[in-house]
């Protein structure tokens, strides 16, 4: 079973434009993560939040967890077209041996 | 140098054939994981270990086996490759963070 799922399953943008992409979960967590994947490749980490965290930012991301709602948000900034990709949430959760969860991933174009 | 190496990186083989795709990494750790990718989906998890002495079964793990042969080194088996297995696997490492670093996968195809 998937604990993460992401919201929208597709995303399409103009450069320069932020893009925002939601994850629900179902179980207590540990933290929550948000990786990328390019067309066919691995993935590749770009933010970690805990559960006793409330927002994050790292460069042009900005990450928000509201727990009580069991949910995420990633947001991109002055979106470009190299940012097109596949955003995937992943949860570490309680009980869980400390295994990643993840969802089904926002597939995410920006348009030049 | 990728820190995560996967072997072979495309392979394509017939129903009931034995086949084994080989991780390494560089980076020390002792957490390792396989995983599985069907088309527009997330990754399942196959099998984890933590260290060469202890093997765990994901979430699903049947028709799979592993062998942790070194810290560097974890393999996955497909005893007897059917189509359904037909998918995208990657290797992963975890050291003392959160954080896991894949490997480049390999792509699967059982006819």
């Known amino acids: 079973s998937q604990q993460g799922e992401e919201d929208p399953q597709a995303l399409s943008i103009q450069e320069g434009e932020n893009a925002t992409m939601n994850c629900s979960y179902k179980?207590?967590?540990?933290?929550l993560q948000w990786y990328r994947q390019n067309s066919g490749r691995g993935l590749v980490h770009l933010i970690l939040?805990?559960?006793?965290?409330r927002e994050k930012h790292s460069g042009r991301l900005r990450v928000t967890l509201d727990t009580s709602k069991k949910s995420s948000s990633l947001l991109i900034t002055a979106s470009r077209a190299a940012d097109t990709a596949s955003y995937f949430c992943?949860?570490?959760?309680?009980?869980?041996?400390?295994?990643?969860?993840f969802g089904s991933g926002t597939q995410l174009t920006v348009l030049p | 140098d990728a820190d995560v190496t996967q072997t072979p990186r495309n392979r394509i083989t017939k129903t009931g054939k034995r086949i084994m795709l080989e991780c390494s990494q560089t980076?020390?750790?002792?957490?390792m994981y396989w995983y599985r990718q069907d088309p527009g989906l997330g990754l399942r998890l196959i099998y984890y270990?933590?260290?060469?002495?202890?093997?765990n079964k994901g979430e699903i793990s049947d028709g799979y086996s592993v062998s942790r042969q070194a810290q560097a080194k974890f393999s996955l088996s497909l005893e007897s490759a059917i189509p359904n297995q037909t998918a995208l696997y990657f290797c992963?490492?975890?050291?003392?963070?959160?954080?896991?670093?894949f490997g480049p996968g390999t792509r699967l195809t059982v006819l």
């Open positions: 992943a949860t570490d959760a309680f009980r869980s041996a400390r295994q990643l969860t």
């Open positions: 992963a490492s975890r050291g003392n963070t959160d954080t896991q670093y």
């Open positions: 179980t207590s967590i540990n933290n």
């Open positions: 939040i805990r559960s006793n965290e």
């Open positions: 270990s933590f260290d060469v002495k202890d093997i």
């Open positions: 980076k020390g750790h002792d957490r």
